[in-house]
């Protein structure tokens, strides 16, 4: 046969024209009940053929246990009679005899089991029993074919005991088990050199056959058999009826499936799908494509729409981000200095009022909108209300950092451990750490003393400096977080230096990072860091910001370790 990456010679040339591209038939169209109904239909088919299979191995397993019952019978029946031959008869008989005297219907085990079946054999009539052998002295009883493979069966697996299956005979199924036959010492009186056999045995059968045994040598096989034909019949018509049984209840199962997917299902699909080519245009049906996938056709092209439209929104919020930050930026610098000091003197003369005058109407809009939010019907007013109080939890933010910025309020501090404080800061915000796959390395020196410090306030620029920090790091990164004691300016201080890896800030925010409602966030106040700058420096500390663009920043907080510059 030529191999398959050699064609033959003699086969026909391809003609030419094969080589030009061939115009393929279009694909046939199979709508999704149709597809639905194939699948499910192989489905149930599969699971009636598979529930038949198990039957009927079953049922054939049990048909071999009972067969192997009543060969067991047969086996002990023999091996009983044999026994009673080798140890009660044939002592007896050469005792009386003596050694050159044998009778071998009473002195031969295979003889007297032989004779043993052909009594009992009327009783099971289709039972066959055979104990043959190679070399035997009686041929008929020599080894077949199938016998001589089993007993070279036996010699390549000495450990098996046994044999046993359904196999074809006379072309017809039969049961057949086989043991082997082993010789043993006190078999080879008998079987072993012919000069030491009884006389009588010799004149029997000769010196040739059945001799020359040894110990050990496995030589023949016994073997029980009895067809099975007509039970296997009874078997595969009891699994042939469960199957048409089983398959009439499927095909009931399969078209209630199929009015139920075509009520449930495809309708509401062809209906969602007629909304969708409405919308994008499109009506033509593709080439062999069912319902779901010309709605995702439809679906597609909707994408396309959007997509294209969003990046247009979102050139045109560019474009007016841009004038609107040119346009700041120009203030900015005409008028820098001045709204800086209307700023803080106009926030310091307001601040009582506009705490009064806020709260208060704060407090009742709060208690209204978590009114609305339970007696409300729909889901719009229920959103309604939920924006509300965000927009005034925003709003209290917003006025307590005005406070802490404007207002001289002594601090309330006692000794505390560095460490403890940033490890309780840190624990605080450990979920959002999680959500955003930020790793978080702290490196505390064992050498720091207590510091004289509000831990109040110290919270405080914990919570904006590490919020900063994983707002620079949406994606996840690296935050690292390290104390240690400094000497500085001639006095020594503790240090704690907050590191990120994040985007960095760019020159022109680092300008007026610390003057308030300067901020880069959408929705930022602009007082956080301008709050922590105050607290680090009303405890006679300092606070230093470096961020080279696109290589983090770093935040250095240096508080004094003796008490005289903090209080």
């Not at 062999?288 to 396309?304: A, H, I, P, Q």
């Not at 009742?364 to 959103?383: I, P, S, W, Y």
Request: proline share 6%.
């Amino acid at each position: 046969m030529p191999s398959p990456a050699h064609p033959s010679p003699n086969l026909p040339q391809k003609p030419a024209a094969m080589d030009r591209k061939i115009k393929l038939a279009p694909v046939p169209y199979l709508d999704l009940q149709t597809k639905f109904l194939i699948g499910t239909a192989m489905i149930l088919l599969v699971c009636c053929l598979t529930g038949a299979s198990v039957i009927y191995f079953h049922e054939k397993r049990q048909l071999e246990n009972e067969a192997y019952a009543k060969s067991e019978l047969v086996m002990a029946a023999v091996d009983a009679s044999r026994a009673y031959v080798r140890e009660e008869l044939r002592p007896i008989m050469f005792a009386l005899l003596g050694d050159d005297h044998f009778v071998r219907e009473a002195m031969s085990t295979s003889y007297v089991g032989r004779a043993v079946m052909d009594r009992f054999s009327p009783s099971l009539p289709d039972l066959e029993y055979r104990r043959t052998s190679i070399n035997a002295r009686n041929p008929k009883y020599e080894a077949n074919p199938t016998e001589l493979d089993m007993i070279e069966y036996f010699r390549e697996n000495p450990q098996a005991s046994e044999w046993l299956g359904i196999v074809d005979a006379e072309s017809q199924p039969e049961f057949r088990r086989f043991k082997p036959v082993i010789f043993e010492a006190e078999c080879l009186q008998c079987h072993g050199d012919p000069a030491y056999a009884p006389r009588e045995l010799r004149n029997m059968y000769g010196d040739q056959g059945g001799f020359g045994r040894t110990a050990g040598e496995l030589a023949g096989v016994i073997s029980v058999g009895m067809p099975v034909d007509a039970a296997l019949r009874q078997v595969r018509g009891r699994a042939v009826t469960i199957f048409v049984v089983a398959f009439a209840a499927s095909l009931c199962i399969f078209l209630a499936l199929g009015l139920l997917f075509n009520r449930m299902v495809v309708s509401s699909l062809r209906g969602l799908l007629h909304s969708f080519q409405d919308v994008t245009g499109q009506h033509q049906p593709g080439p062999g494509r069912d319902e779901l996938g010309l709605l995702g056709v439809s679906f597609n092209t909707m994408l396309r729409e959007l997509h294209s439209s969003r990046q247009q929104m979102q050139q045109w919020n560019l474009a007016l981000e841009t004038e609107v930050n040119r346009v700041r930026l120009e203030l900015e610098k005409t008028q820098e200095k001045l709204i800086y000091n209307e700023k803080m003197a106009a926030l310091g003369r307001m601040t009582a009022n506009i705490t009064h005058a806020i709260r208060n109407p704060l407090t009742a809009a709060g208690g209204f909108a978590r009114r609305l939010t339970d007696v409300a019907h729909g889901d719009r007013e229920r959103q309604y209300a939920s924006i509300i109080l965000a927009e005034l939890h925003r709003l209290e933010k917003i006025l307590k950092e005005v406070l802490i910025l404007s207002q001289d309020k002594p601090l309330s501090r006692t000794d505390q451990a560095l460490d403890a404080v940033v490890q309780t800061a840190l624990e605080r915000h450990q979920p959002r750490f999680n959500d955003q796959g930020v790793r978080m390395q702290a490196d505390f020196s064992k050498d720091l003393p207590d510091i004289f410090l509000d831990t109040e306030q110290l919270d405080i620029v914990l919570d904006n400096l590490l919020e900063n920090a994983l707002d620079a790091m949406p994606q996840g990164g690296r935050l690292t977080i390290a104390t240690e004691v400094q000497e500085r300016e001639g006095r020594k201080w503790a240090a704690l230096c907050i590191t990120d890896n994040g985007p960095g800030m760019p020159d022109a925010v680092m300008e007026v990072l610390f003057e308030p409602f300067t901020t880069s966030k959408d929705l930022g106040t602009g007082l956080g860091l301008p709050i922590c700058k105050k607290i680090i420096e009303d405890h006679g500390g300092k606070l230093l910001v470096s961020s080279p663009p696109d290589q983090g920043t770093t935040i250095h907080i240096f508080l004094p370790l003796n008490q005289e510059s903090g209080v």
